[in-house]
């Protein structure tokens, strides 16, 4: 968002002067890692940080998405030598939801583009040739999922009829029993290796506290052994196209 224009009236007093007044206003949320007496690091930050418990703004409430209007095709063009193709993808599932719920699109996702292994690797990058990488990734917060690909201009439509069209193969047949457990496994390593990563767990929990949900790592562990094919199914069913975005070389344009 913005464009370098809006940065013209910035200088350092104006942003140290928005350092000082957000290090006081914003709300704040501090985790401690490690064998510590938490007191003593309570006692400290709110001497060193200003009005740290009383004076600060409210957490704001994560605002309604906005009706779906129609896909949207948004293409530019720029100084690069390889396309990038971004699809925007609605789900019915967002971060505040059930731990079962959103363990089913954690998994939808890992065997639908989010893996080595996923549907959209292997057809579409390794059985067609279409692109030259392509991955698909969450924004759980607002319910998105989002496709990325590296493809040459004149392989852009193809590559987003083919990254439909496993959707639709998704939503209708479903997954098989293989593809559901390898999932499964994935995202259960990938959990697990979050306990010797400071910044995943503090991102992992923050994530939720922002979402207004309490669901725990252990809880994620044993609903993602639970989910089944079915659900991954029906949230593939219901995800929906939002927004196709290409950036092109710009003789392309």
């Known amino acids: 968002h913005g464009s370098p224009a809006e940065l013209s009236h910035l200088d350092g007093a104006s ?8 290090v006081i206003d914003a709300p704040m949320d501090i985790y401690v890692c490690g064998d510590v007496d938490t007191e003593q690091v309570a006692d400290l930050c709110v001497s060193l940080l200003p009005a740290a418990h009383d004076d600060r703004r409210a957490c704001a409430e ?8 129609g896909p949207q095709q948004i293409l530019e063009s720029a100084d690069v030598s390889q396309g990038r193709l971004v699809l925007g993808f609605r789900t019915p599932i967002r971060l505040g939801a059930t731990v079962a719920e959103y363990a089913a699109l954690m998994l939808m996702n890992l065997l639908f583009g989010g893996d080595a292994y996923s549907r959209l690797y292997n057809h579409i990058r390794e059985q067609l040739g279409l692109c030259y990488h392509i991955a698909s990734y969450l924004e759980p917060m607002a319910g998105l999922l989002l496709v990325e690909a590296g493809v040459e201009p004149e392989h852009r439509s193809a590559v987003v009829e083919q990254v439909l069209q496993e959707l639709r193969e998704l939503g209708t047949h479903g997954p098989s029993r293989a593809e559901v457990e390898r999932a499964q496994a994935l995202a259960r390593q990938r959990l697990d290796g979050a306990e010797d990563d400071r910044e995943s767990l503090v991102h992992f929990h923050h994530a939720r506290r922002l979402a207004g949900t309490n669901g725990s790592r252990l809880q994620l562990h044993a609903a993602l052994a639970a989910v089944p094919a079915e659900a991954v199914q029906s949230i593939a069913a219901t995800t929906v196209l939002d927004t196709e975005y290409f950036l092109g070389p710009q003789e392309s344009a």
């Open 15 to 22: 942003l140290l002067s928005f350092l000082r007044n957000f």
């Open 62 to 69: 994560i605002p309604q998405l906005l009706p779906l209007a």
